[in-house]
């Protein structure tokens, strides 16, 4: 069984740093694209970073793009995300999830499956 596991999240003041972990298991992980998507309240999930299998090639999303970093770490089947100078519009719940299409960036939600449940992310003044 395909599963993810997010850790990481909590609450932080505007500026603040976290790292985000995402584990996953029931696949090669090494073959696969994984992306970080985050959805707040009201608002239709977006992708903000991923990472391909290949060649560590990467994408962000512009908002995010010089304060958070991604990586990966096939050994321990682990994607990480980096987020420093976090701002209150980075609120949401933050979850991963692999890319069954092999589709490339910029990620298109449809191509991701296998959602984990998420941690929550909240920026506070």
């Known amino acids: 069984e395909v599963q993810f596991v997010e850790s990481g999240g909590g609450l932080v003041q505007i500026g603040g740093s976290l790292r985000l972990a995402c584990v996953g298991s029931g696949f090669a992980f090494e073959d696969y694209t994984i992306g970080w998507f985050r959805q707040a309240p009201g608002k239709e999930r977006e992708a903000v970073s991923c990472?391909?299998?290949?060649?560590?090639?990467?994408y962000y999303e512009d908002s995010v793009k010089g304060r958070f970093t991604i990586s990966r770490d096939n050994a321990k089947n682990t994607v990480y995300l980096q987020m420093t100078s976090l701002k209150p519009e980075d609120t949401a719940v933050y979850s991963c999830a692999l890319d069954f299409k092999s589709g490339g960036f910029p990620p298109q939600n449809y191509w991701y499956a296998y959602w984990g449940q998420g941690t929550q992310v909240t920026v506070s003044s």
């Open positions: 990472i391909n299998s290949s060649d560590g090639g990467t």
